[in-house]
């Protein structure tokens, strides 16, 4: 499962509705894909539609699509969102990550 921090949701949702996406509808995907200084890298968007392969979880009035090769490294992470001094964007913690780049944006297992 993928969880949401409150402050997290309220940004999610705040965004949706900003870019046309219904919040009580429409999905955050979140994925892995390779790249980045640490090996792979988060992605975040907003979907309307589910693919075959994805796994669904609703968290903090939040509903999160992750494709099923994705989920394997994101199991039990925790969706956050920082506002603070060192600048202001989502924040993935995730327990299977063993190295971190220094922009938290890229990580390896």
Same mark, same amino acid.
């Given at each position: ?46 979907? %309307? ?19 099923? %090769? ?40």
């Amino acid at each position: 499962m993928i969880k949401v921090s409150d402050d997290a949701s309220k940004r999610i949702v705040s965004m949706m509705q900003e870019g046309g996406y219904d919040a009580s509808a429409d999905y955050v995907r979140v994925g892995v894909k390779s790249g980045g200084c640490s090996g792979l890298s988060y992605e975040l968007k907003f979907d %309307k539609e589910l693919g075959e392969n994805d796994k669904v979880f609703e968290d903090n009035n939040v509903k999160i699509a992750v494709e099923k %090769k994705s989920f394997l490294y994101l199991a039990g992470t925790i969706l956050e969102y920082s506002g603070g001094l060192n600048g202001k964007g989502f924040v993935f913690n995730n327990p299977n990550a063993q190295r971190t780049c220094g922009c938290g944006e890229s990580f390896s297992l």
